[in-house]
């Protein structure tokens, strides 16, 4: 592939999403709370914190039936450094690339959220209104090593 095609294609990217999971990111917009499209969320905030737990607790699903819901432009400022901060991982063996083209930098992110929606949709209903203070400590826990920035200096981000 020439890069003037693969550079086409990472312009154009989509995020997806499993088929039918509009259900449980609409459900958790809809509920009052921290995550309620009230509180100015969005499906793509939505998305960011899935992603983060499905890459905490290391579950990554492949996409069965993609269903594409945010389009590249509309990722917000945050979102696509993240995605990309994820994709590189350190492992006792030193830093491990998940994925180097743009395109599968995309799909490890698509993969990560599918795994960590249930679990970011079970959290908020079972904690509600504490859900955001368990989520500074979980993020407290996670960067206590400065794994977070440590990436991102990585990246030059």
Do not use: H, W
């Not at 989509?14 to 499906?43: A, D, F, I, W």
């Not at 990722?75 to 690339?97: C, D, M, Q, R, W």
């Not at 083209?101 to 209104?129: K, M, R």
């Amino acid at each position: 592939m020439s890069n003037n095609t693969n550079e086409k294609k990472v312009l154009n990217t989509r995020l997806s999403r499993e088929n039918g999971t509009n259900v449980v990111y609409n459900n958790l917009l809809n509920r009052s709370g921290p995550l309620s499209s009230e509180k100015k969320k969005y499906t793509r905030d939505i998305f960011r914190l899935a992603l983060a737990y499905g890459y905490i607790n290391d579950i990554r699903l492949p996409l069965q039936s993609k269903d594409n819901f945010v389009n590249k432009t509309n990722f917000g400022e945050t979102l696509p450094a993240l995605i990309n901060a994820l994709a590189i991982t350190k492992s006792s063996k030193g830093v491990e690339i998940l994925a180097e083209d743009p395109v599968d930098v995309y799909q490890v992110a698509e993969e990560y959220a599918n795994g960590g929606l249930d679990l970011l949709n079970s959290e908020y209903l079972e904690n509600g209104d504490d859900f955001i203070e368990i989520l500074r400590l979980k993020i407290l826990e996670f960067n206590k090593d400065n794994r977070i920035l440590e990436k991102l200096d990585e990246m030059d981000l």
